[in-house]
T-cell receptor
Framework: DGGITQSPKYLFRKEGQNVTLSCEQNLNHDAMYWYRQDPGQGLRLIYYSQIVNDFQKGDIAEGYSVSREKKESFPLTVTSAQKNPTAFYLC?????????????FGPGTRLTVL | AQSVTQPDIHITVSEGASLELRCNYSYGATPYLFWYVQSPGQGLQLLLKYFSGDTLVQGIKGFEAEFKRSQSSFNLRKPSVHWSDAAEYFCAVVTKTSYDKVIFGPGTSLSVIP
């Protein structure tokens, strides 16, 4: 079955540590996205990538980094510079970057900083 | 700046009752409009979308939404709610000048009483 996988489902991090969240898709989509979800705030865009080896900052990119070395993979690193990283992180993809393209979402990773 | 509001943070309905979730957007022109549903701890699934044409759109799971330009609204409706509809619902817009970003509302949490 085609879809988006995120791992791990739950992740715990100590303060000061970097941590990388995995996102893989087998939908052959060009565009991929990372969102952060906090209660009562909806989804906020962290980074997006329209094509391999290219990505742009979203609304809340500070303290995060990404790479897009392969079409199917878009890992997100939460660095120690992110002051409040505890949140639910969602990865999404669309056929290509365009406003009328449906975004398909992964199941999410819940990150907790201890 | 473009924005999306969902006036109801939480709604509780009885199973079998009708449902209407409100969504208003702020934008100078007609954006592309979406409704997504999120089950607890899961990713988002697209319910329906509006780009142009008929202002009443049908979606999956028996949902429909009506676009009203004069009210800048895109309310989601269902004539008879099932217990499995309990979830978080997000309205989203994509403006035609920002093809790579989806702006999500804060969400409405729906509880269903058996």
């Amino acid at each position: 079955d085609g879809g988006i996988t995120q791992s791990p489902k739950y992740l715990f991090r100590k303060e000061g540590q970097n941590v990388t969240l995995s996102c893989e898709q087998n939908l052959n989509h060009d565009a991929m996205y990372w969102y952060r979800q906090d209660p009562g705030q909806g989804l906020r865009l962290i980074y997006y990538s329209q094509i391999v080896n290219d990505f742009q900052k979203g609304d809340i990119a500070e303290g995060y980094s990404v790479s897009r070395e392969k079409k199917e993979s878009f890992p997100l690193t939460v660095t120690s510079a992110q002051k409040n990283p505890t949140a639910f992180y969602l990865c999404a993809s669309s056929i290509f970057a365009g406003s009328h393209n449906e975004q398909f979402f992964g199941p999410g990773t819940r990150l907790t900083v201890l | 700046a473009q924005s999306v509001t969902q006036p109801d943070i939480h709604i509780t309905v009885s199973e079998g009752a009708s449902l209407e979730l409100r969504c208003n957007y702020s934008y100078g022109a007609t954006p592309y409009l979406f409704w997504y549903v999120q089950s607890p701890g899961q990713g988002l699934q697209l319910l329906l979308k509006y780009f142009s044409g008929d202002t009443l759109v049908q979606g999956i799971k028996g949902f429909e939404a009506e676009f009203k330009r004069s009210q800048s609204s895109f309310n989601l409706r269902k004539p008879s709610v099932h217990w499995s509809d309990a979830a978080e619902y997000f309205c989203a817009v994509v403006t035609k000048t920002s093809y790579d970003k989806v702006i999500f509302g804060p969400g409405t949490s729906l509880s269903v009483i058996p």
